[in-house]
């Protein structure tokens, strides 16, 4: 029997309705739902990444997901990965096309800490100023919503010291400071991912 197009409206459905991820989902309707409900466009590699992480999630629930439990999902996964580097506070000065950064950074132990680097850039200045090798791999970023209620979400993929590639997220009202939020929550899942598997 060939499939009919239907609009969801017409038997009383939203979109979000129809479309359940569970896991043996792709990562097509996992992209759309954050697209749909809270303007989350994932860069394709972070997307097969991402779908990992929602699978592992259905296969230890036995359920499926929702668009708020992705997303929830996506913030614990991501935004809140800030150990063991938390981001407190950052200083940039620009002049001629260089850059000089400062960071204040919450460690281990409720240690301070004060990174400084310069780059050709505000996140090439602050990779020169961790106290690990960093190399980003990629960098994306957007807006989510538009006028004076209008944040920007980045997304960067990285290696530290030459270890596998992983992503990270940051969402803020400035896009320097998303940037650097994203670079954070990356460096801290690689680092967690490698004391896991030394342990």
Known sequence: MPYLPIDPADIGRSYEAVIRVNSQSGKGGITYLLEQEYGISLPRRMQI????????ETDRLGLEMTAQQIYK??????LQANAPYALVSHRLQEENGHSAVEVEVAGEG???LHWRGKGNG??????????????IMDY???AIGAGTNAKAAAYIELRVAGGRPVHGVGIDENITTASFKALFSALNRSLSQQAAKAA
């Open 122 to 135: 505000a996140l090439e200045a602050l990779v020169a100023g961790l106290p690990v090798a960093v190399e």
């Open 110 to 112: 409720e240690t301070t």
């Open 140 to 142: 994306n970023e957007h």
């Open 73 to 78: 999902l996506l913030q614990s996964e991501y």
């Open 49 to 56: 990444e991402f779908s990992q992480v929602v699978q592992g």
